[in-house]
């Protein structure tokens, strides 16, 4: 059973950055994604990685602010918040895709991480 564990949460200011890393208890090929729920909000994608992460998805209320990577040797994901909006306050959690469907699908994602608050302040 593959593990993900969330860090790098935190309460920062608007316009900071914060970079949350994904760290995998066990190699994966999979693609994998970031997803945030906002408060009373529902659950979004916010950014995926591809496999081999030749290729990124991101949303477009994130997209020129947030840059997903993965360093596969050491089974782990990042994510790099920069110019970080209140709007942005969410539980980020990190998900490893393994099932069929679009990256945005929650769905297809069977692995979970426990989540990493983000709170940005005005």
């Known amino acids: 059973q593959l593990q993900l564990v969330e860090s790098g949460g935190g309460s920062v200011q608007a316009g900071a950055s914060l970079r949350l890393s994904c760290a995998a208890s066990?190699?994966?090929?999979?693609?994998m994604g970031w997803f945030r729920r906002p408060p009373g909000k529902e659950r979004d994608l916010a950014a995926a990685i591809t496999s081999s992460g030749g290729a990124t998805y991101y949303a477009d209320s994130v997209k020129g602010r947030f840059i997903i990577s993965r360093d596969i040797a050491k089974n782990t994901v990042y994510l790099q918040m920069n110019t970080l909006k209140p709007e942005d306050t969410a539980v980020y959690y990190c998900a490893a895709k393994s099932r069929p469907g679009t990256l945005q699908n929650e769905n297809a994602y069977g692995y979970w991480g426990q989540g990493t608050q983000v709170t940005v302040s005005s």
């Open positions: 066990a190699r994966t090929f999979s693609h």
